[in-house]
Structure formats: structure tokens, C-alpha cells
């Protein structure tokens, strides 16, 4: 079993910062990519930043420059440093990883539940 813990949403004035956290956790052999995905009321869900187990990163045009993601391989946990925030950031925010669970297994997606974002005064 694998499992993705996100951690840090909440309630924010505009122009302010907050930092999401995503922990993997279980049956982990490799972590690939990992990254944020954001899903606003009515809109789909959409790609806000991702970083490779390399450190390769790429960022939405919407969000480059304002947020920033990052990973940390020896607690296999990745960040998503947001400022500058506006109410079109606010979104329930799903973290992923591309996971290889032991020697010989194919790699799969996993998803965090999401956690709730909202920019508002």
C-alpha cells in the first residue's frame, strides 16, 4: 500500500503566502515525479507545478514565478511554496507521485485526497 498525505491548506488573504506539503508514505521502492495538481469549483483539474526525482521542474504558466515546488527524496515529501496568492488560486489541491513499489513492479500514479485552498479577504 502506498499513501499520500497532503498537509497545509487553509484560508488566505490575497497577496498572501502558504506551503502545501505532501508526504509518500508505504511500500516505496523509487519515487519518480511528483507534483501538484489543482481542481477549481467548475473548471477541471489542471497541472500547477511538477519536479522529477532529478529535479527537473515545470510550472504552469498561470503560477510560474509565484510558486515554487520542491522535494525532499529522504522523507519522500514534496512542497508547494505558493505567494502571491489570488482568489483564481483558490482550488482543492491534489499532490501526485509516479511510485515504483519494489524490484520488478511497473510504475503507477498515486494521489493524495486534496486539500482546500482558499484565497479570500
Known amino acids: 500500500q502506498v499513501q499520500l498525505v497532503e498537509s497545509g491548506g487553509g484560508l488566505v488573504q490575497p497577496e498572501g503566502s502558504l506551503r502545501l506539503s505532501c508526504a509518500a508514505s508505504?511500500?516505496?521502492?523509487?519515487?519518480?515525479?511528483m507534483g501538484w495538481y489543482r481542481q477549481a469549483p467548475g473548471k477541471e483539474r489542471e497541472l500547477v507545478a511538477s519536479?522529477?526525482?532529478?529535479?527537473?521542474?515545470n510550472y504552469a504558466a498561470s503560477v510560474k514565478g509565484r510558486f515554487a515546488i520542491s522535494r525532499d527524496n529522504a522523507k519522500n515529501t514534496v512542497y508547494l511554496r505558493m505567494s502571491s496568492l489570488s482568489p483564481e488560486d483558490t482550488a482543492v489541491y491534489y499532490c501526485y507521485a509516479n511510485i515504483v513499489r519494489g524490484p520488478g513492479y511497473y510504475d503507477m500514479d498515486y494521489w493524495g485526497k486534496g486539500t482546500l485552498v482558499t484565497v479570500s479577504s
Open positions: 508505504g511500500s516505496i521502492f523509487s519515487i519518480n515525479t
Open positions: 519536479i522529477t526525482s532529478g529535479g527537473r521542474i
